[in-house]
């Protein structure tokens, strides 16, 4: 038993070990658009808003449509997103959102990563829980296990097989509670960027 247990760990080193090189890797040969200026930015996010259909940007479309994706790419490392409680009255901040690196897909953050940190997209982004060597969930996910944050996992869209928990729901400490896809999601961002707001409301029928 003891000798299973030893090759158990002795695997899961090497596991770390090889993630390690592996994510070092892809940090040294992805190369990210720089970031575009915002006026640029803004028109691409306008012209953008409307290709950001569910049919796109939900399921595995959102990382297999490689046009929806390299119309994004330019938009990677704008500044995280706040996004806001819609209620009247309430307006409470709820956490950031920003693209991720890769795919049309949003990822959602509890809070900002230290200034010095913020090169802009998932690098602003922070999580309240502390990362205790590799995580298996994304951050606001692990999150959301310890109870904390603004922001839940509700599993994959109704009808899109895509194997992913894109679906979330926020919820306001006044009682409000938003579910979103991941194509709503994208569009307040993407919309966002179109404005020029660093802000904006969890609701679909905000300016965008
Ligand atoms: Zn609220």
Redesign the pocket.
Known sequence: MACVLNNRSMLDDWQDDWQDEFMESIMMTTEFPARADPATARRLAIDLLPNITRRRADGQAMYFDSELNQALDPLRLQPAVRVR?P?GG???GLGFIAIKTQGASIESGNRLSPRSKRIGGIYDLADITQPDGHRTYPGWVEDARAGLGYVFPTGEREGVGSGFDERRQYR?????TYTLTNTELLRLYVGAIALGKAEIPLQLKSAI
Do not use: D, F, P, T
């Open positions: 409680c209620k309430c307006g409470r306001c400490r006044c009682g409000g």
